[in-house]
């Protein structure tokens, strides 16, 4: 039912270190548009094993695949979730 549910979502092409990230974003998020900072989702218990340069590649990798984009009207490394898909 898992892989139904990430198939459903888009999240079956993602690589591993890309889908950790994408779900430690959402677990950040409170509210839709919500700004999320790349060091919050750096220091999430799912990222933590995954290296520096494979994170600012995977990060990288979501906002070119529209999951995740830069937060307007913020400095740098400021993210919002874009994906309409993924509500509560």
């Known amino acids: 039912m898992l892989q139904e549910m990430e198939q459903d ?3 079956h092409d993602l690589s591993a270190a890309e889908r950790d ?3 430690a974003a959402r677990g950040l998020t409170k509210n ?3 700004v999320i900072r790349s ?3 750096r220091s ?3 990222i933590q094993s995954i290296a520096q340069a494979t994170y600012h590649r995977s990060l990288r990798a979501l906002v070119d695949k529209g999951l995740l984009r830069r937060a307007e009207g913020s400095k740098a ?3 919002v979730l874009c994906s309409e898909k993924i509500e509560e």
């Open 9 to 11: 979502l888009g999240l």
């Open 21 to 23: 990230i994408f779900l």
């Open 32 to 34: 839709p548009g919500d």
């Open 39 to 41: 060091d919050e989702i």
């Open 44 to 46: 999430h218990k799912l």
């Open 77 to 79: 490394k400021s993210y």
